[in-house]
Each structure stands twice: as structure tokens, then as C-alpha cells.
């Protein structure tokens, strides 16, 4: 039987296959089916942070991240033990802006369809509001 938890009580190493220092969600924000959503407040301890920025490769892996937490929370409220995955391709990715240290980082990802242990989603990232990143993304489950 499924048990839905409160997302804000969600611990990211109970839902994602990373440890840190590489954990670059804070918290799953939305969750069901098809969409979720993350934040991330970007620190000068995050990874990826250089000259006060999240780089591009910081704000892909927290997309990638997007995807894995809404998998691993469906896992954890199913009894299941966390999948690892691996970003299979990426396309359609713009970046229009990164965020700087300080700012809150949120990202929705929207699964266009999953088939045999292969995930496709749609990504978008916003800082204030404002779009910062769109992409879409291909993830392998394991």
C-alpha cells in the first residue's frame, strides 16, 4: 500500500542515490505521476559553484537530480530501495542565465513518456520566477 509523506519532511538521501558533497536538491517541492519539482539554495559549499555561480554543469545535474528524486520518492512511499540512473542525452538545452550564490534554484521536470527503464522528460529551471534553463532529458534507470 502506497503512503504519501509530506514532500517538506522528505529527507534527499532517503529519495536520491547521491551523497554529499554531490546532493544538489534540498527539497522535492511537487510530486506526482507525471511532474516534479525541486529547490535548491545555491551555496558556496555547492558543487559546481565557481566565482560565486552555479555553473551549467551544476544546473544540468540538478535537473538530472529532478528526475531522480521524483523516481526515489515513488520508491520510498512504494517500499522500494532508491534506482540509481544515468543521463542518457540531453537535448534541446538553453541556458539563459545561472544562478549566483544566494538565489533559489527551482526545477520542474515533466516525463513525456517512460519505456523499458528509459525515462524522457522535459526540464525547466527558474530563478525568481524567471526561466534560467530549459532542456529536455534523457535518463536510463538502472
Known amino acids: 500500500m502506497v503512503q504519501l ?3 517538506l519532511d522528505v529527507n534527499p538521501l532517503d529519495i536520491l542515490p547521491q551523497r554529499p558533497p554531490f546532493v544538489m536538491i534540498d527539497n522535492l517541492i511537487r510530486y506526482d505521476e507525471h ?6 539554495e545555491v551555496k558556496d559549499t555547492t558543487m559546481f559553484v565557481y566565482e560565486g555561480k552555479l ?3 551544476g544546473m544540468i545535474e540538478n535537473m538530472a537530480q529532478t ?5 526515489g520518492y515513488y520508491n520510498l512511499i512504494s517500499g522500494l530501495p532508491v534506482r540509481i540512473g544515468y543521463i542518457g542525452a540531453i ?13 533559489i534554484l527551482e526545477t520542474e521536470i515533466c516525463v513525456e513518456e517512460e519505456v523499458f527503464g528509459v525515462t524522457l522528460v522535459n526540464g525547466k ?6 526561466t534560467a534553463m530549459e532542456a529536455k532529458m534523457k535518463i536510463v534507470i538502472q
Do not use: M
Request: with cysteine.
Open 67 to 71: 528526475c531522480a528524486a521524483r523516481l
Open 91 to 103: 537535448s534541446g538545452l538553453h541556458i539563459s542565465r545561472t544562478p549566483k550564490v544566494g538565489e
Open 5 to 7: 509523506l509530506r514532500l
Open 35 to 40: 511532474v516534479a519539482a525541486t529547490r535548491l
Open 55 to 57: 555553473s551549467a554543469a
Open 125 to 130: 529551471s527558474r530563478i525568481a520566477g524567471q
